[in-house]
């Protein structure tokens, strides 16, 4: 079963602005990650965020975690058309060791 | 390293046929997981292995489908006989622990087409 939603499911911006994704999950977590694919390519990680952690950044990357909300989200600042492509949150229960478990993800528009 | 690399890119076959898709994760990761991909259900885990031992297959749909992992450098999911509804992408991910402390790496997947 899928525990992360993100939304929205679709999102288009210009080049410049900022861009906004949302994901929620239903059960307690270890951490949160986020991840970016490229139209036809694999996955690939973005950042990670503790269960204990607020807000981290990477670049021109930030992530807030609430875990009371059961939520996160993730900002692209001063996005460019290379920003184009589908981002994926993906949580670890606290319960066990278990593997990552991946919403459907949003696809970001960026136009030049 | 060359990262997780993936067999072959695309396939398309026959309904009935038997496909064997395949991947070398990266050398040292001890976890080794399949996904599948479609647009109606997003990423689903299949199944994952650590240190080559199968640890939670339930994500396989069928009896049709099957996994392997004979060694640390190679594992195989195997469909048999496929269907239409098979069609998707498939994913490999390799990585250091469960994925969950550390990132997974994914190969570029494998675009199954059963017609």
């Known amino acids: 079963s899928q525990q992360g939603e993100e939304d929205p499911q679709a999102l288009s911006i210009q080049e410049g602005e900022n861009a906004t994704m949302n994901c929620s999950y239903k059960t307690s977590i270890n951490n949160l990650q986020w991840y970016r694919q490229n139209s036809g390519r694999g996955l690939v990680h973005l950042i990670l965020i503790r269960s204990n952690e607020r807000e981290k950044h990477s670049g021109r990357l930030r992530v807030t975690l609430d875990t009371s909300k059961k939520s996160s989200s993730l900002l692209i600042t001063a996005s460019r058309a290379a920003d184009t492509a589908s981002y994926f949150c993906?949580?670890?229960?606290?319960?066990?060791?278990?593997?990552?478990?991946f919403g459907k993800g949003t696809r970001l528009s960026v136009i030049a | 390293d060359a990262g997780v690399i993936q067999s072959p890119r695309h396939e398309v076959t026959e309904m009935g046929q038997e496909v064997t898709l395949r991947c070398k994760p990266i050398s040292g990761h001890d976890y080794l997981f399949w996904y599948r991909q479609t647009m109606m259900r997003g990423l689903e885990l299949l199944i994952y292995f650590n240190n080559n031992v199968p640890i939670d297959d339930s994500g396989m749909p069928e009896d049709r489908f099957s996994a392997k992992m004979p060694n640390a450098s190679f594992s195989t999911l195997k469909i048999q006989p496929s269907e239409p509804r098979d069609s998707a992408v498939y994913f490999c991910a390799s990585s250091l622990g469960t994925g969950g402390v550390v990132e997974a790496f994914f190969g570029q997947g494998t675009r199954l087409t059963v017609v």
């Open positions: 993906a949580t670890v229960s606290v319960v066990g060791n278990t593997p990552l478990v």
